[in-house]
């Protein structure tokens, strides 16, 4: 059985860093392109950041483009994401998320593995 877990969110002043994390289990850590994604309350889930499988590559929405930052560690099956300069467009639910396919696609093609959800606030 698949399990994304995120942790690390909450309520946090405009300005400030939070850092995300997301510790998966029934798969294989190293061959799953992982991203990020958020969903703000009352909108449509949007793409943040999506990394490869073996971490070379990058991939941002550019909203969050050089503020954000996707990372993982294959060695504890978790992914990170570090968030800078935060601002309250930023508060919504944060979903990890994992695909077989490229981490290329992640923003266009849904990733098969979703994970709960950890919610970031910035009161504005």
């Known amino acids: 059985q698949v399990q994304l877990v995120e942790s690390g969110g909450g309520l946090v002043q405009a300005g400030a860093s939070l850092r995300l994390s997301c510790v998966a289990s029934g798969i294989t850590f190293s061959v799953y392109g992982m991203g990020w994604f958020r969903q703000p309350l009352g909108k449509e889930r949007e793409f943040v950041a999506a990394i490869t499988r073996g971490g070379s590559n990058t991939y941002y929405a550019d909203s969050v483009k050089g503020r954000f930052t996707i990372s993982r560690d294959n060695a504890k099956n978790t992914v990170y994401l570090q968030m800078e300069s935060l601002k309250a467009e930023d508060t919504a639910l944060y979903y990890c998320?994992?695909?077989?396919?490229?981490?290329?696609?992640?923003?266009?093609?849904?990733?098969?593995?979703w994970g709960q959800g950890t919610q970031v606030t910035v009161p504005s």
């Open positions: 998320a994992a695909t077989a396919g490229s981490a290329q696609y992640m923003s266009r093609i849904s990733p098969r593995h």
